[in-house]
């Protein structure tokens, strides 16, 4: 059983483009989280739900939305998509925001290679 | 905000070699990770370790957070476990309310 799935593996798209990624957890986790890898593999956060209210959002491009449906979905929209948008995209999910008391490891999903020709 | 380095950048070992690997933190924290992302991208949590120490088989980790590192161990290696290693630290409900990734140490184990 996949715990944290993103859907697709791989979008190769043109500039200017609109393109969303899926992300789905079956962990019962109250947290999820957008992460982007670039070219040099240094992981930086962009986002992060809590229970379908937005409690961390980086200095990203506006052409950059989010949605959580539900504690379970959090999708990634982005709009006019640029050459500079290439890159990996991890959706992830931990049982809580984290706190000092709770062991709240990271599970990440495998990964979108999003490609902007 | 936190400043998170981890050394070696690169290593390459012989299978059966022993390695320890470090990550060194500026801030007080109260949450750190490790992560192996495998040759596939594919990014698996290996410890959540704030402090103390761990052992899962042929790894183990060590944090010491009243100085600021943690060590990541891992005895005979195997070619399984190239790729690169992440440690991530954050503060919730400090000053880092997320968690912090190193830029990694890349593992490449030779059979």
């Known amino acids: 059983d996949t715990a944290v799935s993103q859907t697709p593996k791989y979008l190769v798209t043109q500039m200017g483009n609109d393109k969303s990624i899926k992300c789905e957890q079956n962990l019962g986790h109250d947290t999820m989280y957008w992460y982007k890898q670039d070219s040099k593999k240094f992981l930086k956060i962009m986002f992060s739900y809590n229970n379908k209210e937005l409690i961390i959002n980086e200095t990203v491009p506006n052409r950059f939305s989010p949605k959580s449906p539900d504690k379970a979905h959090l999708n990634l929209h982005i709009n006019s998509l640029e050459l500079g948008d290439s890159a990996v995209y991890f959706c992830?999910?931990?049982?809580?925001?984290?706190?000092?008391?709770?062991?709240?490891?990271?599970?990440f999903g495998n990964g979108t290679r999003l490609t902007v020709t | 905000g936190i400043q998170v380095e981890q050394s070696p950048p690169d290593l390459i070992l012989q299978e059966g070699a022993n390695s320890t690997l470090r990550c060194n933190f500026s801030d007080s924290v109260n949450n750190l990770q490790w992560f192996h992302q495998n040759p596939w991208g594919q990014l698996i949590n290996l410890f959540y370790i704030p402090s103390g120490t761990k052992q899962n088989g042929r790894l183990s980790a060590t944090t010491v957070a009243t100085e600021r590192y943690s060590l990541l161990y891992i005895s005979s290696s195997q070619t399984t476990d190239s790729g690169v290693y992440f440690c991530?630290?954050?503060?919730?409900?400090?000053?880092?309310?997320?968690?912090?990734f190193g830029t990694g140490t890349l593992l490449a184990v030779q059979p």
């Open positions: 992830a999910s931990s049982r809580d925001r984290g706190g000092s008391s709770y062991n709240s490891p990271l599970h």
């Open positions: 991530a630290v954050g503060n919730y409900g400090g000053a880092t309310n997320k968690l912090i």
